[in-house]
């Protein structure tokens, strides 16, 4: 078995797809391939020209979710992917809810005017981002409060897909220089800091510091 994974690091779907695989004991590599310029062998397997794109054996597969379900395949025991059909159907839909609306709201409302404005010669939009955390992020972190329930983990008491997929999410809050207010959601301040803090996630926190220079501690 091969598998390979392509795209950027700093891209929250890659570093959940390289989590994921390193976290269920899957052998994987990682080539970078910048999307915003994408080979053509590229955009021929993805035609999303988005990141990640992963090849498994001869198979190209993109799309984070669809690459972390062939690799739910080749790791069937790994407590990433819960057995229960109830654990696992929250646990798609905490992923998919990070994966979809929050990324979207993070990405439109703080990634990109902090991050990609000053890529662009532009001075970071602090008054845009410090809007979205103000008014738009507030109800995604009560709900994302209410469902750890005072625990560390979105689904029963292991680290699965549904951690992975929302801190993915969250690292890229906070390289951005923004961290939910720990006195209004503390139980998702825990779960950042808990599991950041695990080796594999932090290793690919530290691939992402050339990325983004200024704000990663
Ligand atoms: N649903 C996709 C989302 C992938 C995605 O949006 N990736 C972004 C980077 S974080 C991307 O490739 N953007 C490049 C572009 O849209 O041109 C997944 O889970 O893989």
Not at 152 to 157: N, T
């Given at each position: 078995m091969t598998l390979t994974i392509y795209g950027m690091t700093g891209s929250p779907f890659v570093r959940k797809a390289l989590v994921v695989a390193e976290e269920a004991g899957v052998d994987c590599a990682f080539e970078v391939v910048n999307v915003f310029a994408a080979p053509d062998w590229y955009v021929e397997q993805n035609?999303?020209?988005?990141?990640?794109l992963a090849k498994l054996n001869d198979t190209y597969i993109p799309d984070s979710s669809a690459i972390c379900g062939a690799i739910s395949r080749l790791a069937p025991?790994?407590?990433?992917?819960?057995?229960?059909a109830e654990a696992y159907g929250r646990a798609l839909w905490i992923e998919e809810y990070a994966d979809s609306d929050v990324a979207a709201k993070i990405g439109l409302g703080i990634f990109r005017p902090i991050i990609f404005a000053p890529m662009s010669g532009k001075e970071p939009d602090t008054e845009t981002a410090d809007k979205t955390m103000a008014e738009v992020l507030p109800p995604v972190f009560d709900y994302f409060e209410k469902q750890l329930n005072g625990g560390?983990?979105?689904?029963?008491?292991a680290f699965t897909i549904a951690d992975v997929a929302v801190l993915c999410q969250m690292i890229n809050l906070r390289h951005a220089g923004y961290t939910p207010d720990a006195e209004k959601w503390p139980g998702l301040n825990t779960f950042i800091e808990t599991h950041s803090a695990r080796p594999i996630v932090r290793k690919w926190i530290d691939c992402d510091k050339p990325v983004f220079k200024a704000s990663i501690a």
């Open positions: 035609p999303l020209k988005r990141m990640p025991d790994s407590d990433l992917f819960p057995k229960d560390l983990h979105f689904v029963g008491d």
